[in-house]
């Protein structure tokens, strides 16, 4: 617990209002993918002005998630909370209000804000949830990760079916919201800022946010820029330099944003990139599924020419409801035996999932079982991830360190969103103008592909966990050995 606040009596409220707040920001990122070209048809925009409705909100969160982590080590988890579902409010309000694409941009930044909450509902978790609870707690609110996306592929389905006004998915959005504030400010413990002192780092801030906006940007439009123009090219070119940069500042930095030292623990490291991994994943699954069913049958030669609504509630709901079951799962996998070995259980489980979808996706049936497989590995991994950073950071960087680690999951989504864009414009068929089979073969192989080097590095990471070092004197900033063991 944190020195000068009270946990509730029962963490079932406390759970339940992280879990809400944790899932409305993953819906966030998936919500708007079923409806993008009915926003192109309401608002007479070409499909690349639409994009920017994706990316807008892809960058905001990448800028916006560390340094809300950081605000929440220092001045109070529940307050940055609410900051970030306020921000989330106005900009679903925003959206639900407009009909202009300019406006409906801005509001999508806004609403990236709301990405910052998990990592710091995680540190709310660890500072108020019982040490021999924490585990499980952990896993359910990572668990909303998998489910709110999944979730929010649905509720935009249901919402835009036929010829409804894709403003009624930002309604609900709107209402949602609500009720995560209410509940945040009613279950969720103040204070939690005791152990961070100082200020933020906001040149580190700045140089973090700008060097992932190099490597985002041109993974989200470089499909509508072309993978080989000078705009993409450029970007990338510049990002391993932006970063180069951070890292010499923040060596430099009284109070860094980020401790780099953090960065090269093994443990952390590896979780990262399993972090990377599984969100490219994730999104492979999301997209791979949901484009491959509504593929007509007739001309494509394959898929099940489902509509939206189709598509959400017949096959993507199932994995969603199965990682609800798998989420309490890997929190007695964890408990039980460690992180690491949740973590490549999830990589193998994500192996099985994916390759059965490479291999057989000729019916609904086998569709199904193979994403419903993968959908309970990523819950799964979710679930360890968590467990892997507090073992390695010390308590004052729980929430930076949790922002890192959703950072690269934003990261391996957008990755595969490029990925997916790439693979199927390069299988697409003259005579049809759909892509082939064989590009959805290869999105759902390189997902699996994920999955087997997950499980790999999993294996890599140390079985015996850091042992706490001794505590900080009081006004300094804990080092990296200063940790809780899960």
């Known amino acids: 617990m944190t020195e000068g606040s009270s946990p509730p009596r029962s963490t079932g409220p406390l759970l339940t209002a992280l879990c809400v707040a944790g899932m409305l920001a993953a819906t966030m990122q998936t919500a708007v993918i079923p409806i993008l070209g009915r926003i192109g048809e309401q608002t007479g925009a070409g499909d690349t002005a639409v994009s920017w409705i994706v990316t807008a909100n892809l960058l905001s969160s990448a ?41 409906l941009i801005v509001a999508r930044v806004l609403q990236g804000a709301v990405t910052g909450v998990f990592p710091l509902a995680l540190s709310v978790a660890r500072d108020a949830v019982a040490k021999e609870k924490l585990t499980g707690a952990m896993a359910l609110i990572s668990a909303t990760l998998s489910v709110g996306g999944s979730l929010g592929l649905v509720a935009a389905g249901v919402l835009a079916s036929g ?17 995560a504030i209410a509940a945040v400010a009613a279950w969720v413990p103040g204070g939690g800022a005791e152990h961070g002192r100082g200020s933020v780092d906001w040149p580190g801030a700045g140089l973090l946010g700008g060097a992932l906006v190099l490597v985002l940007l041109p993974l989200s439009q470089g499909d509508s820029w072309g993978w080989g123009s000078p705009a993409t090219i450029t970007l990338f070119v510049l990002s391993p330099f932006a970063f180069l940069v951070w ?16 960065l090269t623990h093994r443990t952390f490291a590896l979780t990262n990139v399993g972090a990377v991994l599984m969100g490219f994943a994730m999104f492979g699954l999301y997209l791979g599924t949901s484009m491959f069913v509504q593929m007509p049958t007739g ?17 993507l709901l199932p994995p969603a409801l199965i990682s609800l079951v798998a989420a309490p799962m890997g929190g007695i996998l ?16 994500a192996l099985v999932g994916f390759g059965s979808l490479t291999l057989w996706h000729g019916s609904t049936a086998a569709v199904i079982t193979g994403a419903v497989i993968a959908g309970g590995a990523l819950s799964l991994a979710y679930a360890a991830m968590p467990a892997l950073v507090v073992q390695s950071v010390p308590l004052s960087r729980t929430g930076i360190a949790n922002s890192i680690n959703s950072i690269g999951r934003s990261v391996g989504a957008s990755a595969a969103g490029a990925v997916v864009a790439a693979v199927l414009a390069a299988t697409t068929k003259d005579s049809t103008g759909l892509p082939g089979e064989s590009g959805f073969v290869w999105v759902f192989g390189l997902s699996a592909g994920a999955g087997a080097l997950t499980a790999l590095g999993a294996l890599l990471i140390s079985r015996t966990p850091p042992r706490p070092g001794p505590a900080a004197p009081s006004g300094t900033t804990p080092r990296v050995e200063e940790r809780r063991p899960v």
């Open 163 to 179: 010829d409804s006004d894709y403003r009624n998915v930002f309604w609900l959005a709107s209402a949602v919201g609500v009720l």
């Open 334 to 349: 964890v408990k039980r035996f460690s992180g690491r070995t949740g973590l490549a259980v999830a990589g193998t489980a």
């Open 299 to 315: 001309r494509a030669g394959y898929g099940f020419s489902a509509s939206v609504l189709s598509a959400a509630t017949v096959y």
């Open 63 to 103: 800028v916006s998630t560390p340094l809300f982590g950081r605000l929440g080590d220092l001045r109070g988890k529940r307050n940055a909370i609410q900051v970030c579902l306020a921000l989330m409010l106005a900009g679903s309000v925003l959206a639900a209000i407009t009909t202009s694409l300019p406006l």
């Open 247 to 262: 890292v010499l500042v923040e060596r430099r930095a009284a109070a860094p944003l980020v401790d780099v030292g953090m």
